[in-house]
């Protein structure tokens, strides 16, 4: 069975923490994603990676960095945690070089910046 | 630029009564479209898409889902509503090139009531 993980279910940080988020796969997919889902703004995409060493930015990467070093593994990071980083973030993974391959998603990290 | 609308954040139907969601898109390429769904406290999976072909495209659970070119629509059915559909539900689109991502709506939540 395909498996998308991330590797907290929940999380607590202090304003200006550096945090990791990682997310590991291990289906052999090409794509990797790090996706924030907010209510009532939905799945809204941070960073994306095709291949391992590239990245591209998604439509809100301020704030945020990623790293893909290895093809399974997809690391968000926090360089200095705020408040209005607290959000589910959603990690997913796919085959391929197209987009309109079908996303495997993760069970999602509830970080909370206090 | 791609985006896309889902119309009504929340939906309210009874228990056999017809499911509606309703999803408009934009995009400057033949879009490739996604219903994907999320139950309580699970991760997102997919319900059904669209890349090239028929344009009424059936899915998981008895949902489907018409394509309309002319409305730049993708709006998702079904028939008769079960307690168990109660989830929510993201309209998403792409552009289905190497190096694209798949950009979500806000999400719509269905309740179903007995």
């Known amino acids: 069975d395909v498996k998308v993980t991330q590797s907290s279910r929940y999380l607590v940080k202090r304003t200006g923490e550096k945090v990791f988020l990682e997310c590991v796969q291990d289906?052999?997919?090409?794509?990797m994603f790090w996706y924030r889902q907010d209510p009532g703004l939905g799945l809204r995409l941070i960073y994306f990676?095709?291949?391992?060493?590239?990245?591209e930015k998604g439509d809100i990467p301020e704030g945020y960095s990623v790293s893909r070093e290895k093809k399974e593994r997809f690391s968000l990071i926090l360089e200095s945690a705020s408040t209005n980083q607290t959000s589910m973030y959603l990690c997913?993974?796919?085959?391929?070089?197209?987009?309109?391959?079908?996303?495997?998603f993760g069970s999602g990290t509830q970080l909370s910046v206090l | 630029a791609q985006s896309v609308t889902q119309l009504g954040s929340h939906v309210s139907v009874s228990e056999g009564a017809l499911v509606l969601l309703r999803c408009n898109y934009s995009?400057?390429?033949?879009?490739?479209l996604f219903w994907y769904v999320q139950y309580p406290n699970q991760g997102l999976q997919l319900l059904l898409k669209?890349?090239?072909?028929?344009?009424l495209v059936k899915g998981i659970n008895g949902f489907e889902a018409e394509f309309k070119k002319s409305e730049t629509s993708f709006h998702l059915t079904k028939p008769s509503a079960h307690m168990s559909d109660a989830a929510e539900y993201f309209c998403?689109?792409?552009?289905?090139?190497?190096?694209?991502?798949?950009?979500f709506g806000k999400g719509t939540t269905l309740s179903v009531s007995s």
């Open positions: 990676s095709y291949d391992v060493k590239m990245k």
């Open positions: 289906m052999d997919h090409e794509n």
């Open positions: 998403a689109v792409s552009e289905g090139q190497a190096g694209t991502a798949l950009i």
């Open positions: 669209y890349t090239t072909g028929a344009t």
């Open positions: 995009s400057s390429v033949p879009p490739y």
């Open positions: 997913a993974s796919s085959q391929g070089q197209a987009s309109h391959e079908k996303l495997f």
